[in-house]
């Protein structure tokens, strides 16, 4: 059992970075795969990244591929997103997942943090 908790979103100006953090309990944190999705008003939610079973690889759709970045921080029980050259389309609320195997269908979600792209 995990719970996930977010932070750091907020307005940057596009072409800027920001690092979000999902702070997780549970003492099995490192035996979950983890990732990231967000959500756009009017859209679908879509995966933005996350661990391979093994906690080392790592994937990331096209759309965000050489500018996103997922890690973690077992000791700390703490995931981060770090998301550089942001443009205006990942406007969206983030949110933090975690699953026993499957990141692309996680049983578990934090709350979501706001990420505000401008011009």
């Known amino acids: 059992q995990v719970q996930l908790v977010e932070s750091g979103g907020g307005l940057v100006q596009a072409g800027g970075s920001l690092r979000l953090s999902c702070a997780a309990s549970?003492?099995?944190?490192?035996?979950?795969?983890m990732g990231w999705f967000r959500q756009a008003p009017g859209k679908e939610r879509e995966f933005v990244a996350g661990f391979a079973w093994s906690g080392i690889n790592t994937v990331y759709p096209d759309s965000v591929k050489g500018r996103f970045t997922i890690s973690r921080d077992n000791a700390k029980n703490t995931v981060y997103l770090q998301m550089n050259s942001l443009k205006l389309e990942d406007t969206a609320v983030y949110y933090c997942?975690?699953?026993?195997?499957?990141?692309?269908?996680?049983?578990?979600w934090g709350q979501g943090t706001q990420v505000t792209v401008s011009s």
């Open positions: 549970g003492r099995t944190f490192s035996s979950y795969v």
């Open positions: 997942a975690a699953d026993v195997t499957n990141i692309y269908a996680p049983s578990y």
